[in-house]
């Protein structure tokens, strides 16, 4: 089954664009699956912006493992897993940032998050 994906990057200081990965989400049209799943290396972070907000971080990106699990607030991000995905993925300037979407092919869209997690994020990964 086709299916598209995005990276979530932190990025500490917008203005100077460098970020760290810390994150996946994966949605699956044909199987009904939008989830991602996150792991907030502070080390990593704090090696770009000795200064960054660390728990704000994983604030911001525990809400999107758990705006992909289920609706959250109203309009256009609850009319479906399609329109959730696209929000979730739409370019913004804030701490916590997707990647542009790419594109695979999966028979099991859980074993796919959990094997980007490991080779886009590390090793130490969470869900």
Do not use: K, W
């Not at 997707?98 to 130490?124: F, I, Y």
């Amino acid at each position: 089954m086709a299916f598209q994906y995005a990276v979530l990057r932190a990025v500490p200081r917008v203005d100077r664009g460098e970020f760290v990965n810390v994150g996946v989400i994966v949605y699956c049209q044909a199987m009904d699956y939008l989830r991602a799943a996150v792991a907030v290396d502070d080390v990593r972070l704090r090696a770009l912006a000795a200064d960054v907000d660390v728990d704000a971080v994983r604030v911001a990106a525990s809400a999107v493992v758990q705006a992909c699990r289920e609706p959250v607030g109203s309009a256009r991000e609850n009319m479906g897993l399609a329109a959730r995905f696209g929000m979730l993925t739409a370019p913004r300037s804030t701490v916590v940032q997707p990647s542009p979407v790419h594109a695979g092919v999966t028979h099991n869209p859980e074993q796919t998050l959990a094997d980007l997690m490991s080779r886009l994020v590390g090793p130490a990964h969470r869900t």
